[in-house]
């Protein structure tokens, strides 16, 4: 049975950071590619930070400079470090778990139950 369950959220003041991680069970870590995102009330679920089988990274320009994902295979998890959040990073967070073929086919893809964030004074 897969599991990805997330941890770390909570309430910040801004200017604040969080540090998000999500231990993943069931699957073989090393060869997924792992993904954070996020949803806010009203919005759509919208990617924030994504990290390759090969530690390849990418980011949301919303949160470049601030935010890092990185990936622990030894432990199966995936982090978000997030430094000077925002109100407006105030969304209920995702991790997520994807595997492709060499030519994008998508083959599984898992997700957490999701975590809230919020960012107030």
């Known amino acids: 049975q897969v599991q990805l369950v997330e941890s770390g959220g909570g309430l910040v003041q801004p200017g604040g950071s969080l540090r998000l991680s999500c231990a993943t069970s069931g699957i073989v870590f090393g060869i997924y590619d792992m993904a954070w995102y996020r949803q806010a009330p009203g919005n759509q679920r919208e990617l924030v930070a994504s990290i390759t089988s090969g530690s390849r990274t990418n980011y949301a320009d919303s949160v470049k400079g601030r935010f890092t994902i990185s990936r622990d295979n030894a432990k199966n998890q995936v982090h978000l470090q997030m430094n000077s959040l925002k109100p407006e990073d105030t969304a209920v967070y995702y991790c997520?778990?994807?595997?492709?073929?060499?030519?994008?086919?998508?083959?599984?893809?898992?997700w957490g139950q999701g975590i809230q964030v919020t960012v107030s004074s």
């Open positions: 997520n778990a994807e595997r492709r073929t060499a030519w994008g086919t998508k083959l599984n893809d898992y």
